[in-house]
């Protein structure tokens, strides 16, 4: 269930005298002519792609317990992928270097046993010809191949018509989707496409992927959660060098930057990217952030000419960031620079904007009333997180308010709890509905979890809610969307290592009567929506299966990411102390730059673990562990502990159990500070 942006106008109208909701948009899709070699250069690559993200789960999968039967799967796996690279690209070269990849990880095995330090970094480290760092050239490269010469044909028309407005957005099928599916696909490229039309620009879709080719650069959107593979990817080149093209790609760089994506730029290339490494988007999220960088980037180059007005009169380089960063905050909070919003006149109570408009012919001037209300914004994104204390949802973060925001923090909440029975609506304002209760329903209707089934689930705990303990149970829940109108509410019950144990799940709609779930039709569900990653070729041995699924120990959940003896040691957040050895290195995430450092490491604790972090801890045979619900900041590392948050200091001496998921303080006064004092100092490992 995805927030349509109606709901909020019609609340806010209600609480704080907000504008009519949106229309919608209405799609109708047609079929063109076939186009069978073009379609079939995109198909065999998207198959490519498909066989990398296999080959990375069976990496995962193995990780857990490695031995010489994994390696040699793996090593069958990178052969067969490279032959598909070689052949749709004309790579040769790439196919005998996987083959030297192989035969070097092969000949480090000593059948049948368990694999040996080298043959670890072989198979699982980031330096070298080790397996896992070819096959992740090889994905970096796949995405970046260019394809037939010439313009992409198109074979589907989809057009979109939003009241007086419409557009059409040709596409490539590579696989003959329903037009159900066609239009899910196109929906998040429609706003950019209602700005910015780019000439010789392209879309290709499956039934996974979508990408979007424009003059200059790419975006690119794996379907799925980020715990499950899912990835936005953004790259840009702006060959224009003149001055309102630089400001154009800046605002765009800044833009994405500030909307989460890990951005770089090197040589004048843009590369930015949202995936499991970083992040705990489920689907639906990703897909909205693959949206707003499509609208970033056509707002960036609508408003290439108009940049300069709003520089003028700077000096310096400095002078043109503060300028241009206010209009990346503008840009993040309303999603797009088109009519200037009415509902920041109407709902903090001040005149209508009589018409204004960033699109009108003063630019400048328009950006200066805008930014006149900051403080009428703040108070408002103060209101709103009030309301929903009081409704018992989170509070609005500290962002700017502005129409994407609202949808994203406001409106979405209110209509999940809407639908999943936590809300309702009297005299249009949503109230709780009282006797509301998932902890006890959870200990009432809940049922136990298979060791397989709670092994898939493991993963999406990470990112959902802690809402209460029941029966000893920390209890979790989330409401993973499946479409615009439908999700599945889901409660999961853990045991004291944070391990799933329990589960409660029901199918919500828009005005429909909720449906009660096994955890078998769940699971098929989110699976398809993209919120689980696929299920194991093979089960786990037994060992690693139960220490999946066990649950002894207490204080700070986690999940196991790789699995090793329990150690005791000194905590630390910096990768250099980390190099001296003897220390628990904690980061947001493991990369090829902590390698050495974990290496010299007792454990691992991460806050975003993804893939990479599990293979980088496997070659190092280091302990690694993804806490659960645990945010960085500039002062340090805010953990939940007994239902309080609390800081996580440099220094304290932890116990790490990767069997039953938890980090114990082995000295709670020194390790955990309050939130509220934050006397931390900036934590090195942040900065790189």
Not at 26 to 54: I, N, T
Not at 250 to 257: G, P
Not at 313 to 338: M, P, Q
Not at 515 to 527: G, I, M, R, T, Y
Request: hydrophobic share 45%.
């Amino acid at each position: 269930m995805r927030p349509r942006g109606a709901l909020v106008g019609a609340l806010l109208l209600v609480l704080f005298a907000a504008p009519l909701p949106r229309a919608q948009p209405v799609w109708e899709v047609r079929r063109g002519p076939a186009v069978p070699e073009a379609a079939r250069w995109f198909a065999e690559r998207d198959r490519l792609l498909d066989s990398l993200d296999a080959l990375f789960w069976e990496l995962r999968d193995g990780s857990l317990a490695p031995d010489a039967v994994r390696a040699r799967g793996a090593a069958d796996a990178l052969l067969s992928a490279a032959r598909e690279y070689s052949k749709l690209a004309g790579d040769d070269e790439a196919l005998k270097a996987a083959d030297a990849s192989a035969k070097r990880l092969l000949s480090l095995v000593e059948s049948p046993g368990r694999l040996n330090a080298e043959a670890r970094a072989a198979l699982y480290g980031l330096k070298g010809s080790s397996v896992h760092r070819f096959a992740r050239l090889m994905l970096q490269r796949a995405l970046e191949l260019p394809g037939p010469k010439g313009a992409v044909p198109a074979n589907l028309l989809a057009t979109v018509r939003l009241g007086s407005m419409s557009v059409e957005l040709p596409a490539l099928d590579v696989e003959g989707l329903s037009p159900e599916d066609a239009v899910r696909a196109l929906r998040p490229l429609m706003p950019s496409f209602l700005r910015w039309k780019p000439a010789g620009g392209a879309v290709v879709l499956s039934r996974e992927r979508c990408w979007l080719r424009v003059p200059g650069g790419e975006l690119y959107l794996h379907r799925a959660a980020a715990a499950a593979g899912g990835t936005v990817r953004v790259i840009f080149r702006e060959e224009d060098g003149s001055p309102d093209a630089q400001a154009s790609f800046y605002l765009l760089s800044r833009a994405l930057l500030d909307a989460g994506f890990a951005v770089s730029v090197e040589n004048g290339d843009l590369l930015a990217v949202i995936d499991g490494t970083r992040s705990r988007l489920g689907a639906g999220e990703l897909e909205e952030r693959f949206a707003f960088a499509a609208r970033a980037l056509a707002e960036s180059r609508a408003l290439g000419p108009r940049l300069g007005a709003w520089l003028r009169g700077t000096t310096t380089k400095e002078e043109n960031a503060v300028r241009l960063d206010a209009l990346s905050r503008i840009l993040v909070a309303e999603g797009g620079f088109g009519a200037f919003p009415e509902w920041a006149d109407t709902a903090v109570g001040t005149a209508p904007a009589s018409g204004l408009e960033f699109d009108g012919p003063d630019f400048p001037r328009a950006v200066a009333r805008y930014r006149a209300r900051e403080g009428d914004r703040r108070s408002l994104r103060e209101r709103l997180g009030r309301t929903l204390s009081v409704l018992g949802l989170p509070s609005f973060p500290e962002e700017p308010v502005g129409r994407r925001t609202l949808s994203l923090h406001y409106d979405g909440p209110i209509e999940a709890a809407l639908a999943r029975g936590e809300l309702r609506l009297e005299n249009g304002r949503p109230v709780r509905v009282a006797g509301y209760d998932l902890l006890s329903r959870l200990a009432r209707e809940g049922r136990p979890l298979s060791a397989a089934a709670a092994a898939r689930l493991q993963p999406l705990a990470g990112g959902l809610r802690f809402v209460g303990r029941t029966d000893g149970r920390a209890v979790l829940s989330g409401q993973p969307g499946l479409d615009e109108d439908r999700a599945v509410l889901v409660a999961l019950g853990l045991g004291a290592g944070g391990r799933v144990e329990r589960g409660l799940f029901e199918l919500v709609a828009r005005g429909a009567k909720r449906q009660s779930l096994d955890a078998e039709k769940a699971l098929a569900l989110l699976s398809a929506a993209g919120e689980l990653r696929p299920a194991p070729k093979s089960p786990l041995p037994p060992a690693e299966a139960a220490a999946l699924t066990s649950s002894r120990g207490a204080s700070l959940d986690a999940t196991l990411l790789h699995p090793g003896p329990a150690v005791e040691a000194e905590l630390t957040f910096s990768r250099g102390r980390a190099l001296e050895g003897g220390r628990i290195y904690a980061a947001p995430y493991a990369s090829g730059a902590d390698e050495s450092a974990l290496f010299r490491a007792k454990a691992l604790l991460v806050t975003h673990g993804g893939t990479q972090s599990a293979l980088l801890a496997a070659a190092a045979g280091l302990p690694a562990l993804e806490l659960h619900r645990a945010e960085w900041s500039g002062a340090g590392l805010s953990v939940e502990v007994g239902g309080r948050t609390v800081l996580l200091r440099e220094g304290a001496r932890v116990r790490v159990d990767p069997a039953a998921g938890v980090v114990l303080f082995v000295e709670p006064a020194a390790a955990l500070v309050p939130e509220k004092l934050k006397t931390l100092p900036r934590i090195e490992s942040l900065a790189r």
